[in-house]
């Protein structure tokens, strides 16, 4: 790609840069929810998945057939499980062109694997993800970048006496939330208002190194994905996040969805979250990094303040949405200005027009997803699971499979909706394991962030469709990693 030296001046020649691109690009995860449909916007762009979502029916995912292998304790245990199989290094192989690899998730090791295929990883380096993604360095980021954080203090904790201290210093009060330095969806955040609380909690506190201890607000969750360039910082649009709903996942704090719509909060709250993402990629790219990234935002509901919440340095499970949305159909998803951003094709946008063009609400269409976990404290095995494709509600509230497709866009109404399944028969089902997300039309929650009770129709109608069987012993459940860990 990166011979190819014609400057590329606009949406159009970017678009016909990638239908026309040579260079084998593969997303290797677990499944390819992330960037599902982009495929479609690249040539020769293909999937390496461990799970087949769609039964062998996707033109564009590999999956391998499974070996033996240790247990998984992480997405990253996967990928290199990925690119150590026999058939996906012949796959590789086989194909010309240097193989161009990205994740939803590396390590060092990974980055060896794709060396040692000859290949070249298309993002910054495993250790630098490693250091911003801490939540602790996320402040101080955000620090020298102007945007604020909840009021806080950085300390390390030591016990109950050590927490009230830090707290009664920083001025913060004694509802506390805190967080450890690295955990995903609500696994490492905890509500600490009492020794109780914190005794609870305490083994994943003491020890963990710095915390970050922060006043608990009354607050909503919002989420922006960005994409840091050397022309600039493009910024996707801003979402409500679904968190801790125990219709769909059994942590406190846990994400469990999205909703993309126009008049998501008021205006000035989004041109706001703009500015600071913007602000704050032009921070990371001072730190090295460049690329996509995600930042949550937390929104005071009683004083409108908005507060950086965390960094995610990667696509997320809220890709899916931003790059289906309708500006990028009318111009470009924002993952593709990451590829283009690591092609080395020379490119010169206007990238204050571009991010005006997709704040405009016009540009901006009504979805929703679910993130949709088990939430019982059992193990058991399936036997039955729901196919993806398109499912359709009944009048009664039941829901049926209706046909097969990989796109989302398929969906025709707030009575159809698109399911990835995740687990399938043969899984074991466990607390947190990821069952699958479904995307509709319209919106999931009401004007006060409540599940609506379409919403609570569609997940209900889905787990219904799922069967298993219990396990004739103790002995015979899986060795499962506490918490589950992230496969989204």
Not at 68 to 79: Q, R
Not at 125 to 131: I, M, Y
Not at 226 to 254: D, H, W
Not at 414 to 437: C, H, M, N, S, V
């Amino acid at each position: 790609m990166a011979s190819r030296r014609k400057k590329l001046k606009n949406i159009s020649e970017i678009r016909r840069f990638f239908h026309r691109n040579e260079t084998p690009i593969y997303f290797v995860s677990a499944t390819n929810f992330n960037l599902l449909g982009l495929d479609e916007w690249v040539r020769n762009f293909k999937y390496i998945n461990y799970i087949d979502c769609f039964d062998g029916q996707h033109p564009n995912v590999i999956v391998p057939n499974k070996q033996a292998h240790p247990d998984f304790e992480s997405i990253e245990d996967i990928n290199n499980y990925l690119l150590q199989h026999k058939d996906v290094i012949d796959r590789i192989k086989a194909r010309k062109g240097d193989a161009k690899f990205v994740f939803l998730m590396f390590d060092e090791k990974t980055e060896k694997l794709v060396k040692e295929i000859g290949g070249e990883v298309w993002f910054p380096k495993a250790s630098l993800r490693n250091r911003v993604d801490n939540k602790i360095e996320t402040v101080r980021i955000g620090n020298k970048a102007g945007v604020p954080s909840v009021p806080n203090a950085l300390a390390k904790i030591g016990s109950y006496a050590d927490l009230t201290a830090v707290a009664k210093k920083a001025g913060i009060g004694k509802d506390l939330v805190l967080q450890s330095a690295f955990g995903d969806s609500g696994h490492t955040t905890f509500f600490i208002k009492s020794q109780k609380d914190f005794e609870r909690h305490e083994h994943e506190i003491v020890g963990q190194g710095e915390i970050k201890v922060m006043k608990r607000i009354n607050c909503r969750g919002a989420a922006i994905e960005a994409c840091a360039t050397k022309r600039g910082t493009i910024v996707g649009p801003m979402m409500t996040e679904l968190v801790g709903f125990p219709e769909l996942t059994p942590y406190r704090g846990g994400w469990c969805g999205n909703e993309i719509f126009a008049g998501a909060f008021s205006k000035k709250a989004r041109q706001q979250a703009r500015e600071y993402t913007a602000r704050f990629g032009e921070q990371l790219v001072k730190e090295g990094y460049r690329g996509y990234f995600e930042l949550d935002f937390l929104i005071d509901q009683k004083t409108r303040d908005i507060y950086l919440g965390e960094l995610n340095p990667r696509i997320t499970g809220a890709s899916s949405m931003t790059n289906h949305a309708a500006f990028a159909h009318a111009d470009a998803p924002l993952f593709l200005f990451h590829l283009l951003e690591y092609s080395g094709a020379p490119f010169d946008l206007d990238i204050d027009e571009l991010n005006a063009r997709w704040a405009e609400p016009e540009n901006i269409d009504s979805w929703a997803q679910l993130v949709i976990k088990h939430t019982e404290d059992s193990v058991d095995l399936l036997t039955e699971a729901p196919d993806s494709g398109i499912w359709r509600m009944q009048k009664d509230g039941s829901i049926d499979f209706n046909r097969f497709d990989y796109h989302r866009r398929a969906v025709e109404s707030e009575q159809e909706a698109f399911f990835l399944r995740i687990l399938q028969p043969g899984d074991y089902r466990y607390e947190g394991a990821d069952l699958g997300i479904l995307v509709t039309r319209g919106r999931l929650m009401d004007g006060k962030f409540k599940l609506t009770p379409r919403a609570k129709k569609w997940v209900a109608g889905i787990r219904a469709h799922y069967a298993a069987t219990p396990l004739t012993s103790a002995a015979d459940a899986p060795v499962i990693s506490e918490p589950a860990f992230k496969m989204l």
